[in-house]
């Protein structure tokens, strides 16, 4: 092996000795200036991924909802999915071993997944609007580059944007065109074709909000809008122009906050919507006349696809499994109303998309959202060939119309990743189609009062947990504890875990009303402590 090229680059990449990362939920993720190693390993890393699995491979340089100061780095996969699990295991290796092991470290990955490196290997960088994005982004280049790879840098992207082209490029087109401009034809002309059936509606219901957390997303908003005229009129609110990227805006902030966003002007009944700040993430909102603020969250989403998508398929008779997908943070009410109303199973997941996407690929329509407002829906090949066939020749009229509505919702929807762009069409057309406000969405079922807090310890690994993260198994004793709080409220709940981006443990607790909901919380986080 010849890395003589790959040791003199990283002497302008030195990690800083002593420094260890973890590539965790969300790959690589602190402040900015502990990066630049990081940056042009996993640029070493992505050529490595690209040989073993002879395709191309995305490198994202983001820290989505962190603030400003922080980045951080993930791969994307060939079918535009997270990285797979052993690999993250090479990542966190690469990027802690010291300069003077780098060599032996590498060396051994090439050794242990067996890579030809005469295979060719194309890597696909892209970056958010972070400051620092560009030059990390460049050090990304750098590593791909020492090892002779072919790359294709797509610049200032969304994170579900570069997952898109990653597909594309590994599909030879068939999921579409890898161009940023390829992304925008493909859905806005799968929004065109859902929405052409809908009753006509007025201004007013055509008009949405968004806050684009000043970050890629608003950049990316503003490039699709003429796309999407006349059929949807979108008001951009925080768009980078003056305000600090997720500062006091964004969907992170707005759905724990539980509160709008700094920035944007909220009339009564308006829909509004926020974007996190690589636009994989939506939550949608709105006033009542008493200035109440109401939050539609990933669950209620959730809830709205689901329920359209189950109406066509009992329309077009079709015998194919649905599910849906949610981790522990869903709302109890919405839980419950996927159960009980809609019939549609629902399952539990751990926290972090790469655990709902697996479980969502078990069934032939996999719908998975987090409550944060992540998710996105799976059609498996057979669900898509059937509903293909049907549109062209369907038994009825009315089949083959609602074949092709399934068909244009398998177009956009991003089935990649969460993406915020993406969700955000599949609700527009389908409070269109049904003719829904908002505020008749929201009143599907009535969220739990809940609380999220969260606590710093010493150690955030003394917690480890079981049943998708809804009870705990150690420390001994925390369990019993938590028990013993949720029996004195009524339909209370609560879980604590450690995060798996920040150094805290999260609790959650939701009850019938929000002290409750509140004091638990709170009780619980005096027991972590
Ligand atoms: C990451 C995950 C997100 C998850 C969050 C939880 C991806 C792409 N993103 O942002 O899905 O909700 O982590 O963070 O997987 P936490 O472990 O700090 O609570
Ligand atoms: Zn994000």
Not at 85 to 91: D, G, K, R, S, V
Not at 229 to 257: E, M, T
């Amino acid at each position: 092996m010849h890395l003589e090229a790959v040791l003199r680059l990283s002497a302008h990449h030195c990690k800083p000795a002593g420094l260890t990362l973890q590539y965790g939920t969300a790959g690589f993720r602190t402040k900015a200036e502990h990066l630049d190693h990081v940056m042009y390993r996993m640029g070493l890393l992505a050529v490595l991924r690209s040989k073993k699995t002879k395709s191309v491979i995305g490198v994202m340089v983001t820290a989505s909802h962190n603030p400003e100061e922080d980045n951080g780095v993930k791969l994307v996969d060939p079918m535009g999915e997270m990285l797979v699990q052993e690999w993250e295991l090479h990542a966190t290796n690469l990027a802690n071993a010291e300069e003077h092991e780098l060599q032996t470290v590498l060396t051994n990955i090439i050794k242990q997944e067996a890579i030809s490196m005469q295979v060719e290997s194309c890597v696909a960088i892209g970056r958010d609007t972070r400051p620092s994005s560009e030059n990390l982004s460049l050090a990304v280049l750098d590593g791909v580059i020492a090892l002779e790879s072919k790359y294709q840098d797509y610049g200032l992207v969304t994170t579900p944007q570069l997952h898109y082209v990653v597909c594309c490029r590994n599909t030879d087109g068939r999921y579409g065109e890898p161009t940023v401009e390829g992304y925008y034809q493909k859905l806005s002309q799968a929004f065109k074709d859902l929405v052409e059936q809908s009753p006509d509606c007025g201004a007013e219901q055509r008009c949405l909000s968004i806050d684009g957390a000043n970050g890629i997303g608003a950049l990316k908003v503003k490039e699709m809008e003429e796309h999407l005229q006349p059929i949807l009129l979108l008001q951009l609110f925080n768009d980078g122009s003056k305000g600090k990227l997720n500062h006091a805006c964004g969907a992170d902030y707005v759905k724990v906050q539980q509160k709008p966003p700094e920035g944007i002007d909220m009339k009564p009944g308006e829909r509004c919507c926020s974007f996190d700040g690589d636009a994989d993430r939506i939550v949608y909102y709105y006033k009542d006349c008493d200035d109440r603020f109401h939050l539609l969250d990933g669950d209620k989403i959730a809830t709205l696809i689901s329920t359209f998508i189950k109406g066509l398929l009992v329309k077009v008779d079709l015998k194919l499994n649905m599910g849906v997908v949610q981790t522990a943070y869903a709302n109890g009410s919405s839980t419950r109303y996927l159960e009980n109303i809609m019939k549609v199973p629902v399952y539990c997941a751990k926290t972090g998309v790469k655990h709902l996407h697996h479980k969502a690929q078990e069934f032939d329509i996999g719908v998975y959202f987090e409550a944060n407002g992540h998710g996105t829906v799976l059609f498996s090949k057979t669900a898509e060939e059937q509903i293909r066939q049907l549109t062209n020749m369907g038994a009825s009229e009315e089949i083959r119309k609602a074949a092709q509505m399934l068909e244009n919702v398998i177009n956009l929807i991003n089935q990649t990743v969460g993406d915020a762009i993406s969700d955000m069409l599949v609700i527009e057309a389908i409070l269109f189609l049904k003719n829904l406000t908002v505020q008749k969405w929201d009143e599907m079922y009535t969220d739990l009062p809940n609380r999220q807090l969260k606590v710093t310890v010493s150690d955030r690994k003394v917690i480890d947990t079981t049943d998708a993260e809804r009870r705990t198994v150690k420390p001994p004793g925390l369990q019993e504890k938590i028990d013993e709080l949720v029996k004195s409220y009524n339909l209370a709940r609560s879980f604590v875990r450690p995060s798996g981006t920040e150094d805290v443990v999260r609790v959650y607790a939701e009850a019938d009303t929000q002290e409750n909901a509140d004091a638990l919380a709170h009780a619980v986080s005096l027991a972590v402590y």
